[in-house]
Nanobody, 116 residues
Framework: QMQLVESGGGLVQPVGSLRLSCAAS????????IAWFRQAPGKERELVAR???????YVADSVEGRFTISRDKDKNTLYLQMDSLKPEDTTVYYC??????????WGQGTQVTVSE
């Protein structure tokens, strides 16, 4: 069964850190552009960070300097290191694997809450 499973979300205080993980099973992430999105209630899903199949990375302006995307090919896992978290980072985070639109997988989402 091909799936993405996120973990690592939770409750953290402002300026704290969390690391999200997205483990792929049933397929190799090597052949996919992989990304983290987030979506707040009533809002559109927002791209947070991305790694292309060539290894280039992109991070949204809203999280630049605070979030870092990375991957472990041996573990077939995508990560999002989130530092200096702010209350406005509170929402559900999703990982996505995309093979040029022909095959697209989404994880189930993991909740991140930044609050005192």
């Amino acid at each position: 069964q091909m799936q993405l499973v996120e973990s690592g979300g939770g409750l953290v205080q402002p300026v704290g850190s969390l690391r999200l993980s997205c483990a792929a099973s049933g397929f190799s992430l090597d052949y996919y552009a992989i990304a983290w999105f987030r979506q707040a209630p009533g809002k559109e899903r927002e791209l947070v960070a991305r790694i292309t199949t060539g290894g280039s990375t992109y991070v949204a302006d809203s999280v630049e300097g605070r979030f870092t995307i990375s991957r472990d090919k041996d573990k077939n896992t995508l990560y999002l290191q989130m530092d200096s978290l702010k209350p406005e980072d509170t929402t559900v985070y999703y990982c996505k694997a995309d093979a040029y639109g022909a095959l697209v997988y989404w994880g189930q989402g993991t909740q991140v809450t930044v609050s005192e």
